[in-house]
T-cell receptor
Framework: EPEVTQTPSHQVTQMGQEVILRCVPI?????FYWYRQILGQKVEFLVS????????KSEIFDDQFSVERPDGSNFTLKIRSTKLEDSAMYFC??????????????FGPGTRLTVT | AQSVTQLGSHVSVSEGALVLLRCNYS??????LFWYVQYPNQGLQLLLK??????LVKGINGFEAEFKKSETSFHLTKPSAHMSDAAEYFC?????????????FGGGTRVLVKP
């Protein structure tokens, strides 16, 4: 069964450093998402991406964050200058479509980001 | 703005007993409703969803949920718990008209199944 994969599974970085989290969505999917879950808190939506542009983003997704689909298979989340509060589990997801029908979002296993 | 509340961050049930996980939402218009499950070291997996039509929705692994508009609830049940049901369960909503397909999650309920 196709699945969303994410690398690395755990990333440790120092405050102020740039990190790139990588995701390989399911191959025929067209919509891509990032969510995060700070320890002990809810899973929060960050951004959705379609046709090489952002469809929707949350207030969390400020100028420190960016997303990119650099090639036909990868989807990345970049944090330019990490802060302690960016420590969280980051989930990538993909769906065939979006819009009026609630197409299922398939989630990856997550990347745990620890900022020290 | 939409919000989702899951009552009980931890639930403990005996094997063979009823599993009941509560979810209430706040939304000006009834949204689409979802339950996801997360097993250790895995991503979130869709259990079931309500979009339109029959308010009792059946999902995978014997779970079902009932949408009650008057109560703004979407509680998840399973008649008989198995050890393999030990996991974390998330209720989520999506606005019917949501171009970005954003999901709003509840806080999650971790289920422990006792032998």
């Amino acid at each position: 069964e196709p699945e969303v994969t994410q690398t690395p599974s755990h990333q440790v970085t120092q405050m102020g450093q740039e990190v790139i989290l990588r995701c390989v969505p399911i191959s025929n999917h067209l919509y891509f998402y990032w969510y995060r879950q700070i320890l002990g808190q809810k899973v929060e939506f960050l951004v959705s991406f379609y046709n090489n542009e952002i469809s929707e983003k949350s207030e969390i997704f400020d100028d420190q964050f960016s997303v990119e689909r650099p090639d036909g298979s990868n989807f990345t989340l970049k944090i330019r200058s990490t802060k302690l509060e960016d420590s969280a589990m980051y989930f990538c997801a993909s769906s065939e479509q979006a819009g009026s029908s609630p197409y299922e979002q398939y989630f990856g296993p997550g990347t745990r980001l620890t900022v020290t | 703005a939409q919000s989702v509340t899951q009552l009980g961050s931890h639930v403990s049930v005996s094997e063979g007993a009823l599993v009941l996980l509560r979810c209430n939402y706040s939304s000006s218009v009834p949204p689409y409703l979802f339950w996801y499950v997360q097993y250790p070291n895995q991503g979130l997996q869709l259990l079931l969803k309500y979009t339109t039509g029959a308010t009792l929705v059946k999902g995978i692994n014997g779970f079902e949920a009932e949408f009650k508009k008057s109560e703004t609830s979407f509680h998840l049940t399973k008649p008989s718990a198995h050890m393999s049901d030990a996991a974390e369960y998330f209720c989520a909503v999506r606005a019917v008209k949501a171009a970005g397909n954003k999901l709003t999650f509840g806080g999650g309920t971790r289920v422990l199944v006792k032998p």
